[in-house]
């Protein structure tokens, strides 16, 4: 199963009733167990990209889906967003569970699940604990077990860390590459921080600024797990950088136009 | 094997009507009650029809019956209101931002507020007379409190990095409270006004039901009691669009006193 993007745009319609195209002529194929990140200037529609393939958003033409699929199964899709989006009325523990709630998966099968992603995410002990209870990185981990534990076939995250401190982030990303081993689910991951995509993706995608256009797909040929080892320190640098050379134009760009994010 | 498309799963949330809806639905609503009357189903008496009611509101207005008594009950809204207003904002203010000055009244404001207003009117009429006074001092009364509780509230949840900000740069008491703390509680203060809107009609159609010879209220009755029952829906009416055209002329304030929200 794999997933494609079929030559997706989208506009916008400001309030004055001009359309405002923010992603044109999108085509991308992810394949089964790849990590993807989606990487970009801010305003490029990175985030308006992965709602659209969430089924969040309508496109304005062009379409989505999922190739080779078993005759009558439903992929499963779920998102880590950014502010978390935990349901501050629920504990970690049913905060978690809301996903296999949704998909009337059994009440045994239910609870083991939720342990396993509790314990997966380093959250054991915190079970009943409230959202605003805990810190910001033991917030998201909840939001990643949430969306961890339906076992979905494509995993989106929509820039998960870029609300932590960078300590805290630095540790999330090491975090994030052993999890992944461990589950290697298809993923999605949305980032505007360059050394976050060159650590954690296979390929990366390129977006230019607005209206967002893939510029280039470059693939990452060090093996994850490898990749903060220092005789690898030259090749990621080497990333970094021409990434940096490829967007920074487009970054200063953004950075003096008014924002308007409607 | 299949291909599974990807679909806009927010559709339901994300759905939106055009406006001339709601006035179809109106103009609908009044042909059904039309069409009971017509049929005789009820008797005009207790329910007159849409365009009987019309009739009479165009036959008051042309014997200037309608502007005699709306220009009495204006003359007291209008007045009851602004005095309840700026004595309620002071209070709110005071309070809110004078530690001892809450201490002292804001557990006598506490007391008061529950009172239903209109059971003080036979002692504002003992006081003051059977005159406008008594009737201004009501609907005053009834404005005073919530414009005082939300302009408090609105006062309270000030931002404290913001007032970090006013003290580092030694910003003095007058200054801090009019360049963040009042701004800061608009918002509020205006859904307290628009609240008080709403008190203060109902106090004003009570109080001149109870002792006045002219304005809506009397009017009211007096067609009440006559059982004329189409001049008493109009009298309705005339309240009606009175409480539509103060709430948009308190929009249409708020939208220019608090230009930074929207």
């Known amino acids: 199963m794999q997933l494609v993007i079929d030559n997706i745009c989208k506009d916008f319609t400001n309030r004055k009733g001009q359309s405002l195209p923010v992603l044109e002529n999108i085509s991308l194929t992810v394949r089964e167990q790849e990590f993807i990140a989606i990487v970009g200037p801010s305003g490029c529609g990175k985030s308006t990209l992965l709602n659209l393939t969430a089924g969040l958003l309508e496109p304005s033409s062009g379409k ?91 995993l989106l995250m929509d820039e998960p860390f870029s609300a932590l401190d960078a300590q805290t982030r630095t540790i999330m990303q090491e975090e994030l590459v052993t999890l992944w081993e461990k589950t290697r689910l298809t993923t999605l991951y949305v980032t505007h921080n360059i050394q976050e995509a060159v650590m954690l993706a296979d390929r990366i995608v390129l977006l230019s600024r607005r209206p967002g256009r893939i510029s280039q797909i470059i693939t990452v040929d060090v093996p994850r797990a490898e990749r903060s080892l220092p005789q690898h320190t030259e090749a990621i640098a080497g990333f970094t950088r021409t990434i940096w050379e490829h967007i920074s134009k487009d970054a200063r760009a953004a950075l003096m136009e008014v924002e308007n994010n409607e | 094997m299949n291909e599974f498309i990807v679909t806009n799963r927010m559709k339901y949330w994300q759905k939106t009507y055009p406006h001339w809806y709601s006035l179809c639905f109106v103009f609908l609503l009044l042909c059904l009650w039309e069409a009971i009357c017509r049929a005789g189903i009820v008797s005009s008496l207790f329910l007159p029809a849409p365009t009987q009611i019309l009739s009479a509101l165009f036959t008051m207005t042309a014997s200037g019956e309608i502007a005699v008594s709306l220009a009495a009950s204006l003359v007291r809204i209008a007045l009851g209101f602004v005095i309840g207003a700026l004595l309620g904002l002071a209070a709110g203010l005071i309070t809110g931002t004078s530690a001892l000055a809450d201490r002292l009244c804001s557990p006598v404001v506490n007391a008061l ?131 539509v055209i103060f709430n948009f002329i308190l929009l249409w304030c708020e939208k220019k006193a608090v230009p930074w929200k929207n």
């Open chain 1, 64 to 154: 989505i889906s999922f190739t080779d699929v078993r005759p009558g199964y439903q992929p499963h899709m779920s998102i880590v967003f950014q502010e978390t989006g935990l349901f501050p009325w629920r504990s970690v523990y049913d905060n978690v569970a809301f996903g296999l709630e949704a998909k009337n998966v059994p009440a045994d099968e239910k609870k083991q699940r939720v342990q396993k992603y509790i314990e997966l995410v380093g959250l054991k002990g915190f079970e009943s604990a409230y959202p605003h209870q805990l810190s910001g990185g033991m917030r998201q981990r909840a939001g990643i077990a949430r969306a961890m534990s339906i076992e979905p076939d494509l």
């Open chain 2, 113 to 243: 507020y529950p009172i239903p207003k209109i059971a003080l009117l036979p002692l504002f009429i003992l006081w003051l007379g059977i005159g406008e006074l008594s009737k201004i001092t009501i609907i005053a009364t009834g404005v005073f409190f919530p414009v005082a509780m939300n302009t408090f509230a609105g006062v309270r949840n000030v931002d404290p990095l913001l007032l970090k900000v006013a003290a580092s740069f030694n910003a003095s008491r007058w200054l801090t409270m009019k360049a963040i703390i009042l701004p800061n509680a608009l918002p509020m203060i205006f859904t307290g006004l628009r609240l008080a809107a709403g008190t203060s009609l109902l106090l004003l159609v009570a109080a001149e039901m109870i002792a006045a010879q002219t304005g809506i209220g009397a009017l009211i009755l007096h067609y009440g009691d006559l059982m004329i029952t189409d001049r008493l829906m109009a009298g309705v009416i005339i309240l009606s669009l009175l409480g």
